[in-house]
């Protein structure tokens, strides 16, 4: 797994919207699975690779992954597409206001892709981006 740091995280699967969302919790915790974790960033300096693209569906644990990338991110500049999954609680750790907060000072616009268009997303029009959406960072 990757995230915002490299040590071990328990993913805990009950109670999620869908099979395919997990829940991080405290290590430990009763119904949970510890799996190790790591950043992109280390990840590809240990494997010498320069990406100039990433794709990120994590469902619901983007902001860790983003946060585990930002010197590929400010270094490389790649582009990203980013599936963004709202939390159900709509946590603002996990909030597309959030995710655009990191981006647009490392010189990416935030555009919305859909079948046949690209919508270039600003901060007064990011409400209404929907729930799982697909982003495009360059």
């Known amino acids: 797994a990757v995230g915002d740091s490299s040590s071990p995280l328990c993913y805990d699967p009950q109670g999620a919207r869908c099979p395919l969302e997990y829940r991080v919790r405290p290590l430990g915790h009763p119904s949970g699975r510890r799996v190790s974790c790591t950043t ?10 320069r990406p100039e693209l ?10 860790a992954v ?5 010197g590929i991110i400010r270094d490389l500049k790649p582009t990203l597409l980013l ?15 959030v995710i655009r907060r990191i981006m647009e000072p490392l ?7 859909s079948k046949n268009s690209i919508r270039t997303i600003v901060p007064a029009r990011a409400g209404s981006v929907a729930a799982n959406s697909m982003l495009l960072f360059r």
Do not use: P
């Not at 992109?40 to 690779?49: G, I």
């Not at 010189?107 to 892709?113: A, I, Q, T, V």
């Open 40 to 49: 992109l960033d280390s990840w590809c300096l240990e494997n010498s690779v």
């Open 54 to 63: 990433i794709k990120v569906d994590v469902e619901g644990f983007e902001y």
């Open 66 to 70: 983003l946060q585990g990338m930002q």
């Open 83 to 97: 599936e963004y999954h709202r939390k159900t609680d709509d946590s603002a750790d996990n909030g597309l206001e």
């Open 107 to 113: 010189g990416y616009s935030m555009c919305e892709l």
